[in-house]
């Protein structure tokens, strides 16, 4: 026996492969990356304010000021409703009066109100009836939402799509004025809803108004 016979030759190592992502599970990543906080501006104001109470700047538009406002104020309500949930041991357990309810329910009616017309400004889609909008919201009480819905309860859906005439029954006519045309919706409207933290999104189509 020659000796290049008396020892074998180490097995050749197979290169290593490194797992490739699928493409559907980065962009389910990538997803999940980019959802909005929608307390974000609120946090910011909060923590802005707190770390210099006595030089903190306020937004020079008396809008921007009542926006900040409302979703500072939103905020907090929110982190009520957290509180009571882990306190009671289950959601939207605080009695209300129906009195009570529906006087809510006005309430968040009107900021829907409000707040989609403030998503309409004037578009170049608005000619053709193609502008979107999109309105985030907050109600910490499920069946103060549902009432603002026109329905019994809180609402047992996660999202559902009005018609222009149901959703306006339930919050009121929007209508945007700009300069030469007053601005409508123009498609359905879907509503989106998340009963555990209590946001909600709504949104659709609109356009110049035709007669």
Request: with cysteine.
């Amino acid at each position: 026996m020659s000796d290049s016979e008396d020892y074998a030759s180490p097995p050749t190592k197979a290169p290593s492969k490194k797992r490739k992502l699928s493409t559907k599970a980065t962009s389910s990543t990538k997803a999940k990356r980019v959802k909005k906080d929608p307390f974000a501006d609120a946090k910011d104001a909060i923590r802005t304010t707190l770390a210099s109470p006595d030089s903190f700047a306020l937004p020079e538009d008396d809008g921007e000021i009542r926006r900040l406002v409302v979703g500072i104020a939103e905020y907090a309500q929110s982190l009520e409703s957290i509180t009571a949930a882990a306190n009671a041991g289950r959601p939207g357990v605080a009695h209300k009066t129906a009195e009570e309810i529906a006087k809510e329910a006005e309430r968040i009616a009107t900021m829907i109100n409000n707040g989609v017309r403030k998503q309409m400004p004037w578009k170049s889609t608005c000619k053709q009836g193609h502008a979107l909008y999109v309105y985030d919201g907050v109600c910490t009480d499920p069946r103060v939402f549902g009432a603002v819905l026109g329905l019994d309860g809180p609402p047992t859906f996660k999202a559902k799509k009005y018609t222009i005439n149901e959703f306006q029954a339930c919050v009121g006519q929007i209508r945007a004025e700009v300069r030469y045309d007053s601005l409508v919706l123009t498609s359905g409207v879907n509503v989106r809803w998340n009963g555990e933290t209590g946001q909600f999104k709504i949104s659709g189509k609109y356009g110049v108004l035709r007669f």
